[in-house]
């Protein structure tokens, strides 16, 4: 199961451009709590725990435990502006979750066992991934940190379905509709090329080392 992460915030008065800029001159981000069927809170958190959170990568779908004044509340960040020209997070939505609560996240895809797939380890195949994230509806206590695939026994040209990989208790993925694609094994046509190349290199260099080598010959003999 994902960590859950804590993060501290302050209460902000009122909303709008002048309190946000106010927010961010006290080296805050400006931000708000919604949704559980309750208001909104306006809150504002210290830039440097956001930025540290933004920089993982996995800020989007990390639980926080977000303590404002006292009162902690589990939530996710369901939106994120970021500054286009300095690329700083400027701010954040965050979904409050209640008891029960199933949201969509996207997760990440692991593959495990390349070294028991014998098309990518005795016949040199390419490990081609369709889908880096999958986006899963699931409870909001039970998000996982990825989704792992087993390419224990994959040859070339096999696939990987979403229908193959076991999904945490009561996870689902959104798209219903069809078994997608998360990797296939491909033959290894863009190392064949390049080991072709690579020969014909040597064989050229190897040319003009014995083509200097005659010349050389020449030089001598006209001395």
């Known amino acids: 199961m994902a960590e859950t992460m804590a993060l501290t915030a302050e209460r902000r008065d009122r909303a709008g451009k002048g309190a946000a800029r106010a927010a961010r ?3 805050k981000v400006p931000a708000v709590i919604y949704g559980d069927k309750k208001e909104p809170t306006l809150i504002k958190v210290e830039t440097r725990a956001v930025t540290k959170l933004w920089n993982t990568g996995n800020f989007m779908s990390t639980l926080l435990d977000l303590d404002v004044e006292g009162e902690t509340t589990r939530v996710i960040a369901r939106d994120v502006q970021v500054d286009p020209v300095r690329d700083f997070v400027i701010h954040v939505d965050f ?27 005795k016949q040199k195949g390419v490990l081609n991934v ?7 509806l699931c409870p909001a206590s039970n998000l996982p940190d990825a989704i792992v695939v087993d390419l224990t026994g994959k040859e070339i ?3 990987i379905h979403i229908s193959e990989v076991s999904l945490p208790e009561g ?6 509709d069809r078994d997608f694609t998360i990797a296939t094994i491909a033959a290894p046509t863009v190392s064949a090329v390049e080991e072709t190349a690579e020969d014909a290199g040597e064989e050229g260099e190897a040319a003009a080392e014995e083509g ?9 003999g006209g001395e």
């Open 130 to 136: 369709v889908r880096h994230e999958v986006e899963l």
């Open 212 to 220: 200097a080598g005659d010349e050389e010959k020449k030089e001598d």
């Open 95 to 121: 979904l409050r979750l209640g008891k029960g609560a199933k949201i969509n996240v996207m997760i990440p895809v692991s593959f495990i066992n390349e070294d028991d797939s014998p098309g990518i380890s």
């Open 157 to 159: 040209g096999d696939s």
């Open 25 to 27: 001159r006290e080296d």
């Open 171 to 176: 996870a689902k993925p959104t798209i219903t």
